[in-house]
């Protein structure tokens, strides 16, 4: 089979658990591909089992970006950007096809549509911001609004990393970063085709809850007490990923393993449906499909 005529590589997205990654498996075994990842948790090294990342049995086509970063690392969206550039550039050079698969909407939004030039933050800034975000703990959300208006429309509450972000960008420049995003440049001119995977949700809540349960009967404990014992702040990234605060919790006996499988089975789910939501109504120019099948694809090609 072909690639697609007049495309530079591909994009596949949609919620977790929805067959991203065999799909674009499948694709890169017939395209001479290689894949490239767009989920913000999968980079780290630490936390392979509660994010689903690939093994080294499952990368029979190449992998990029998977497990690359240390936990203590926060993997920031311009950092991804600049790595899939140079690595879709690498992989076109060498013949082979780029195929960036992932659910982290707005690492693939940037990827497409191009970053803010905002200013690089003074550490001091950063460091002012995090004591706030400890400070007003029970109402950050409220505090960014507050001085950043147009923010409350557009960043979740309970979206903490990018209210921290907002406000060390107003912080440093005086300016909203909804403002600064109004900026963006596309970072590649080259062409691709987005794919979103859109299951039908009591078919994707049954995988998830099921794969939650597995990971739990396959390593995903130890996973997180190895995470505690190295006495990271619960701010990082890699911390607050879905089923590590929920396994922090058991770890410390504030929960039971039952309550903690409900509770990050739960939020797993709602985390689906956010992203499904982005997808939805954030990405215009895409081919939706139902199925993560090549037989869906090329029916929808």
Same mark, same amino acid.
């Given at each position: 089979?072909?690639?697609?005529?007049?495309?530079? &590589?591909? !994009?596949?997205? /949609?919620? #977790?658990?929805?067959?991203?990654?065999? =799909?674009?498996?499948? %694709?890169?075994? +017939?395209? *001479?591909?290689?894949?490239?990842?767009?989920?913000?948790?999968?980079?780290?090294?630490?936390?392979?089992?509660?994010?689903?990342?690939?093994?080294?049995?499952?990368?029979?086509?190449?992998?990029?970006?998977?497990?690359?970063?240390?936990?203590?690392?926060?993997?920031?969206?311009?950092?991804?950007?600049?790595?899939?550039?140079?690595?879709?550039?690498?992989?076109?050079?060498?013949?082979? &096809?780029? !195929?960036?698969? /992932?659910? #982290?909407?707005?690492?693939?939004?940037? =990827?497409?549509?191009? %970053?803010?030039? +905002?200013? *690089?933050?003074?550490?001091?800034?950063?460091?002012?911001?995090?004591?706030?975000?400890?400070?007003?703990?029970?109402?950050?959300?409220?505090?960014?609004?507050?001085?950043?208006?147009?923010?409350?429309?557009?960043?979740?509450?309970?979206?903490?990393?990018?209210?921290?972000?907002?406000?060390?960008?107003?912080?440093?420049?005086?300016?909203?970063?909804?403002?600064?995003?109004?900026?963006?440049?596309?970072?590649?001119?080259?062409?691709?085709?987005?794919?979103?995977?859109?299951?039908?949700?009591?078919?994707?809540?049954?995988?998830?809850?099921?794969?939650?349960?597995?990971?739990?009967?396959?390593?995903?404990?130890?996973?997180?007490?190895?995470?505690?014992?190295?006495?990271?702040?619960?701010?990082?990234?890699?911390?607050?990923?879905?089923?590590?605060?929920?396994?922090?919790?058991?770890?410390?006996?504030?929960?039971?393993?039952?309550?903690?499988?409900?509770?990050?089975?739960?939020?797993?789910?709602?985390?689906?449906?956010?992203?499904?939501?982005?997808?939805?109504?954030?990405?215009?120019?895409?081919?939706?499909?139902?199925?993560?099948?090549?037989?869906?694809?090329?029916?929808?090609?």
């Amino acid at each position: 089979m072909q690639r697609p005529p007049n495309v530079d &590589f591909f !994009i596949i997205a /949609g919620p #977790t658990a929805s067959g991203k990654s065999h =799909l674009a498996i499948e %694709l890169a075994k +017939v395209w *001479d591909g290689e894949i490239i990842n767009a989920d913000s948790m999968q980079v780290y090294k630490d936390l392979s089992i509660l994010t689903a990342r690939p093994q080294p049995h499952e990368e029979i086509v190449p992998h990029h970006l998977y497990g690359v970063l240390e936990p203590h690392e926060s993997g920031s969206a311009a950092w991804w950007v600049e790595q899939t550039c140079i690595t879709i550039n690498d992989c076109m050079t060498r013949g082979r &096809f780029p !195929i960036v698969v /992932g659910g #982290t909407g707005f690492y693939l939004h940037a =990827l497409t549509t191009g %970053l803010s030039p +905002v200013p *690089d933050i003074d550490p001091v800034i950063r460091e002012q911001v995090r004591n706030l975000s400890i400070e007003h703990v029970n109402d950050f959300a409220d505090f960014v609004y507050n001085l950043d208006p147009l923010t409350r429309e557009r960043i979740r509450p309970t979206d903490i990393q990018r209210l921290a972000r907002a406000l060390e960008v107003f912080l440093q420049t005086g300016i909203s970063i909804i403002i600064w995003h109004g900026k963006a440049r596309p970072p590649l001119s080259y062409h691709y085709n987005y794919v979103v995977i859109e299951p039908e949700r009591d078919h994707l809540y049954d995988v998830i809850n099921k794969r939650f349960q597995f990971m739990v009967e396959n390593g995903a404990i130890e996973e997180v007490k190895k995470l505690m014992q190295l006495g990271l702040s619960p701010n990082l990234p890699i911390m607050r990923a879905i089923g590590v605060p929920e396994l922090t919790a058991y770890l410390k006996g504030d929960l039971s393993l039952e309550k903690t499988i409900e509770q990050a089975q739960k939020n797993t789910r709602r985390y689906a449906k956010r992203q499904m939501t982005w997808f939805r109504h954030q990405v215009d120019k895409k081919i939706v499909i139902y199925k993560s099948d090549m037989a869906t694809l090329m029916k929808e090609f």
